[in-house]
């Protein structure tokens, strides 16, 4: 009999549908960060489903990796950096890369309308009363998306860039022509494409190659128009060149929902910022996420029983 661990803010749900999908299996839930140290050399699982719920500030990593941890590690989410280093001959890790990227595009779309549609200037507008008359409304076909990382979440940012009728260019690992993407070009040639870039969307994963790959001299090669969205990991970005970038007015808005330090600190510059929208890490976060991502690890265990190989396996060095 397998022990698996359930480690989330949210167990019961989940370990009553594994009951009902796997009940062959040794079912241990913990719902803290504090705790699972103690729950693994105790349980000794053979396999944990663990998410990153309450941010990297004090995750577990050191236990879910250590000598009692499990062979398998199912992530909940898309992105592993909290993992960073795992050795894949000691531990599989796995994730749920996809079942977010329909929401996290809506929130891309959202956030770049807020600005295209000066939402923050009708706002004004209504809460004084004041019919000033026409604020300048920026359609978006004919303009360029720079989409950095066209993976699961990057593809459907594409889907729906298409049906707005912009033009997309994008970056990849392992550049290769996509469906709604008119160009793709390999991460490396990054720098020579953020001119043309009227949005740029981040949404590759972050490794040490990707940490601040947007940095000082990317903010210089923008347009002074340019929106930027960052769905991916705050390390992608380098803070304080975006912080700098807003106040010289370098580009012309930011929707970040991701951030370096997570929380964000009270006191940090990037919550007074103007032209900035600020979410806390919730662009993937809706009612049914956290299930469905749940039932990616279910169908994975039932193969992972069988003796079959498991799907959605990460590799460490690239970071999917
Ligand atoms: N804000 C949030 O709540 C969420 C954030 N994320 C973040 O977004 C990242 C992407 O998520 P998915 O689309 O699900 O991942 P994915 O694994 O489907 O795609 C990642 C893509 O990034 C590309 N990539 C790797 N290195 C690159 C580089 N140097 N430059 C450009 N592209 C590169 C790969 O080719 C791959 O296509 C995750 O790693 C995670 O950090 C994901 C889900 C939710
Ligand atoms: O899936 C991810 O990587 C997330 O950040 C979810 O919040």
Redesign the pocket.
């Known amino acids: 009999m397998n022990r698996i661990l359930i480690h989330n803010n949210k167990t019961e749900e989940m370990a009553k549908r594994l009951a009902d999908s796997v009940p062959d299996a040794d079912v241990a839930t913990c719902e803290s960060y504090e705790d699972l140290p103690t729950m693994i050399s105790a349980f000794k699982p053979d396999v944990a489903y663990s998410i990153c719920f309450r941010g990297r500030a004090g995750f577990p990593r050191d236990a879910l990796l250590g000598p009692d941890g499990p062979k398998w590690i199912a992530v909940g989410?898309?992105?592993v950096?909290h993992l960073a280093g795992w050795d894949p001959d000691a531990v599989t890790v796995t994730n749920s890369?996809?079942v977010?990227?329909p929401m996290?595009a809506e929130y891309v779309f959202g956030s770049i309308l807020h600005f295209t549609l000066d939402m923050p200037g009708l706002q004004t507008d209504q809460e004084e009363r004041e019919w000033r008359g026409a604020r300048l409304m920026t359609p978006l076909a004919g303009k360029t998306m720079l989409i950095?990382?066209?993976?699961?979440?990057?593809q459907a940012v594409a889907a729906r860039a298409k049906a707005f009728g912009l033009h997309v260019i994008g970056?990849?690992?392992?550049p290769e022509p996509m469906e709604n993407v008119d160009e793709v070009h390999a991460?490396q040639d990054?720098q020579s494409l953020f001119h043309r870039a009227d949005f740029i969307v981040l949404?590759?994963?972050?490794?040490p190659?990707?940490r601040h790959?947007i940095n000082a001299r990317s903010f210089a090669s923008m347009k002074p128009t340019a929106i930027l969205v960052n769905?991916?990991?705050g390390g992608v970005l380098d803070d304080a060149a975006l912080v700098n970038a807003m106040r010289a007015n370098i580009i012309a808005g930011a929707a970040l929902?991701?951030f370096e330090t997570e929380p964000l600190p009270f006191d940090n510059h990037i919550w007074g910022l103007e032209n900035v929208t600020v979410s806390p890490?919730?662009?993937?976060?809706y009612a049914e996420w956290a299930m469905q991502s749940f039932d990616v690890f279910v169908e994975n265990l039932k193969r992972w029983q069988a003796g079959a190989r498991l799907t959605n396996i990460v590799d460490p060095a690239?970071?999917?």
Do not use: E, F, K, Q
Not at 148 to 154: A, C, D, K, R
Not at 203 to 207: K, R
């Open positions: 989410g898309s992105g950096d890369a996809g977010a990227a996290m950095v990382g066209l993976g699961h979440t990057g970056t990849r690992a392992r991460s990054l949404s590759a994963p972050l490794l190659t990707t790959m769905v991916s990991r929902d991701v890490h919730c662009s993937a976060v690239r970071g999917y």
